[in-house]
């Protein structure tokens, strides 16, 4: 059996003169040798599926690093580095084994920063499904009105408001995610 590959943005690997992957270069680039050890495909195969599963784990730790991911988003990031899927659940499971992956502690990070910038329940929720794929949040309805509150004040100086502004209040509560309720009882006792 002959192993071969070809390196350019990516690495082509080839076993007797036939493509048998494509990896991407910055991660696989320094685990090459190891494959020459094998005899057969059989062998060749398990000690491209070891290598994989080190190089997904040690991406996923790399990703963490910078910043912290919800779990859909991290998979979603090692996808785009052509990992397996086997090898993609192994480093999730690690990471999430470890401590370094919370989508429980994420969310409550995630909802309450938005709330301190005067951002509604339902575009909280959105954020949540868009980054989570649906990680659910039970206190994003717990202080709409006083994050609706915080906004306008910051937005219209605690001052006593006009027709024309009551409506421009109006909309960029909405624009914000409130609901029309939070939005009617804030303005009502303005």
């Known amino acids: 059996m002959q192993i071969e590959w070809n390196i350019g943005l990516n690495i082509e690997i080839f076993v007797d003169q036939q493509p048998w992957k494509i990896v991407r270069k910055s991660l696989f680039l320094k685990e090459l040798s190891a494959l020459l050890k094998a005899a057969t495909e059989e062998e060749l195969q398990e000690i491209f599926s070891q290598i994989e599963t080190r190089v997904a784990k040690e991406a996923a730790l790399f990703l963490l690093a910078r910043r912290s991911?919800?779990?859909?988003?991290?998979?979603?990031?090692?996808?785009?580095?052509?990992?397996?899927?086997?090898?993609?659940?192994?480093?999730?499971?690690e990471c999430q084994r470890l401590g370094y992956l919370d989508d429980a502690l994420r969310t409550k990070s995630l909802v309450a920063s938005q709330k301190a910038r005067g951002v509604g329940p339902r575009l909280i929720a959105l954020k949540l499904r868009q980054k989570s794929g649906g990680v659910k949040c039970e206190e994003l309805e717990v202080g709409a009105l006083d994050a609706a509150r915080l906004?306008?004040?910051?937005?219209?100086?605690?001052?006593?408001?006009?027709?024309?502004?009551?409506?421009?209040?109006?909309?960029?509560?909405?624009?914000?995610?409130?609901?029309?309720?939070?939005?009617?009882?804030?303005?009502?006792?303005?």
Not at 152 to 175: G, H, I
């Open 151 to 190: 906004y306008l004040d910051k937005r219209f100086k605690k001052r006593v408001l006009t027709r024309e502004e009551r409506q421009k209040a109006f909309m960029a509560l909405q624009r914000r995610g409130f609901d029309l309720n939070t939005i009617q009882e804030l303005l009502r006792s303005d």
């Open 69 to 93: 991911y919800f779990t859909q988003e991290l998979a979603g990031k090692l996808r785009q580095k052509k990992l397996s899927s086997t090898s993609i659940t192994y480093a999730i499971s």
